[in-house]
């Protein structure tokens, strides 16, 4: 399965924030994530992701707070705000619009 980058580029802040409703995450765990429901055909960059987090969080769409995990590294988890909540829903209605549109632009139905 191929998948264009540009279709999904301007839906990265969609994508990050269905993956926080699910519970509040980290940069790894959510492109695991991603990457797993896609069968490995898309993940994020790094640095594609942490830009995201970092403007979802500017506006007020996500919070942050660093984990206490135990040993070794601190990690840095992401939850989705309410304001983040009322994003997604609209991005989801606007992406079904979007794909609606499209379907009917680019469907193939033979005219009887």
């Given at each position: 399965m191929a998948i264009?980058?540009?279709?999904?580029?301007?839906?990265?802040?969609?994508?990050?924030?269905?993956?926080?409703?699910a519970g509040d995450s980290y940069g790894y765990e959510i492109n695991k994530?991603?990457?797993?429901?896609?069968?490995?055909?898309?993940?994020?960059?790094?640095?594609?992701?942490?830009?995201?987090f970092k403007?979802?969080?500017?506006?007020?769409?996500?919070?942050?707070?660093w984990g206490e995990d135990g040993p070794g590294a601190r990690r840095r988890y992401y939850a989705v705000t309410q304001a983040g909540m009322a994003k997604l829903a609209a991005e989801r209605q606007e992406?079904?619009?979007?794909?609606?549109v499209l379907d009917a632009l680019i469907s193939w139905k033979e005219e009887p």
């Open positions: 264009s980058a540009d279709i999904l580029r301007g839906h990265t802040d969609a994508i990050i924030l269905a993956q926080l409703v994530h991603v990457t797993e429901r896609t069968g490995g055909a898309y993940g994020f960059k790094e640095a594609t992701l942490y830009t995201a403007r979802l969080e500017q506006n007020g769409l996500i919070t942050s707070y992406w079904n619009e979007t794909k609606g």
